[in-house]
């Protein structure tokens, strides 16, 4: 019986090895693709920066700044009652930008929101800072609205690329409307 046990237990050693490296062959093959993935949002996201004229802003810099107290504006880019209702950043407020990139001011694109309501909500401080999300970094929403606060003259624009995603993979609270 002694030898069984190990018999098995080296069949299954054996087994566990030829599953780890199928598996790490597998993923050294995934991780080449995934580089390419990778590389082509992190240029997508430098282009749209560059385009907009804006800066950028890490989920742990937009923590920080929200804890120092600073006088700044937060804006979720997300539909209403599917995502910013739900959950939020704390204190953010909500203005509805479409995924596809908005070179012209469409109402129907934002909830039929006017141009004079997005710079309602971001204030008559054109020198405030701005910093605007969405989803994920994927999401576009948030290059849609930075890009038009830059073109209305507001010059301390930030995008929060990570968005949400980002926010609550960092372990950070978030709110609710009710």
């Not at 129907?108 to 204030?123: I, R, V, Y």
Request: hydrophobic content about 40%; aromatic content about 10%.
């Amino acid at each position: 019986m002694h030898k069984v046990s190990k018999g098995f237990l080296s069949l299954v050693a054996v087994l566990m090895v030829l599953g780890l490296s199928a598996s790490a062959f597998a993923f050294g093959e995934n991780k080449f693709e995934q580089e390419v993935e990778k590389e082509a949002g992190a240029v997508k996201l430098v282009r749209e920066v560059l385009a907009g004229g804006y800066g950028i802003i890490t989920t742990e810099e937009l923590k920080q700044l929200i804890d120092s107290g600073k006088d700044i504006l937060v804006v979720d880019t997300m539909p209403f009652a599917d995502s910013y209702k739900k959950e939020h950043i704390p204190g953010a407020r909500q203005f509805l930008f479409p995924i596809s990139e908005m070179t012209t001011w469409d109402s129907k694109e934002t909830d039929n929101k006017s141009q004079e309501d997005f710079a309602a909500l971001l204030g008559p401080d054109k020198e405030r800072t701005i910093v605007i999300y969405c989803g994920f970094v994927k999401c576009t929403r948030s290059h849609n609205g930075a890009m038009w606060a830059k073109k209305m003259g507001y010059t301390n624009v930030l995008r929060h690329p990570g968005g949400i995603f980002a926010w609550k993979g960092a372990g950070y609270p978030t709110e609710s409307v009710k």
